[in-house]
């Protein structure tokens, strides 16, 4: 109960009267089943000393295998530093091995998105959200594909149509992922955007840009496409 309160940033004063049985956050005082006599700021770290030596064996492990697909992203959370409160990019890798298992591969923590951080668990494919830090890392750092994540590419597209325009023209896009190949996806995605050219030319080209990135899924096997086309795995994790 102490470990679980910890992780989720719960304070001190707050642990203690959990354990006393007290109020917490102005809620009515819990019965006498909580019976405990409170703890200190050195018994809440003795006891959490387990959480961080499993934490450092899980960063510090090897990684075995092949693991061909990889997803990498950040989110941004709020922790303490030197008495204040800020916000820091953690980014968080989860790959996938040949024979379909999911794991985490790897975490980080920096200041921000920097590209220094897109360097290590890179193997065959890397789906993103687009940041440009660790598109940039990828190409440096291994000869793979980088998936565009589609589900962040659609999002921006009601920014160039507005929202009632988004009903029309993002059904049109994604004709394109309804194709059987890679070759065709990318024939209907061209097709699009030469019909969207004369009157959404932003869009025109934001498609012309991001046509290799977006179908870069397509070139994969079939049963494996559903799962690769999107961040939507990271989002969860992090969810």
Request: charged fraction near 25%; glycine fraction near 10%.
């Amino acid at each position: 109960m102490i470990q679980e309160a910890y992780i989720q940033s719960i304070s001190i004063r707050s642990v203690n009267n959990l354990v006393q049985g007290g109020p917490h956050r102005g809620r009515p005082r819990w019965g006498p089943a909580k019976g405990g006599t409170g703890v200190s700021k050195s018994q809440v770290s003795r006891l959490c000393e387990e959480i961080d030596e499993r934490i450092g064996a899980f960063l510090e492990g090897s990684i075995e295998g092949e693991w061909p697909y990889l997803w990498i992203g950040t989110t941004y959370v709020k922790v303490r530093q030197d008495g204040r409160i800020v916000s820091v990019a953690v980014i968080v890798a989860i790959g996938v091995n040949t024979d379909g298992r999911r794991e985490v591969l790897g975490r980080d923590v920096g200041p921000s998105e920097a590209e220094t951080f897109w360097t290590a668990f890179l193997r065959k494919l890397v789906i993103s959200d687009g940041h440009e830090g660790s598109k940039a890392s990828v190409a440096k750092v291994i000869n793979a594909t980088w998936q565009r994540c589609r589900v962040h590419f659609m999002r921006n597209v009601p920014a160039h149509v507005g929202n009632s325009g988004r009903h029309v023209v993002s059904p049109f896009i994604a004709t394109a992922f309804a194709q059987d190949d890679a070759e065709a996806a990318r024939v209907q995605w061209r097709k699009v955007a030469d019909q969207l050219r004369p009157k959404v030319p932003k869009l025109a080209a934001l498609m012309d840009a991001a046509e290799l990135d977006v179908l870069a899924y397509m070139g994969f096997p079939a049963a494996h496409r559903l799962k690769l086309h999107s961040t939507n795995p990271l989002e969860r994790l992090n969810g």
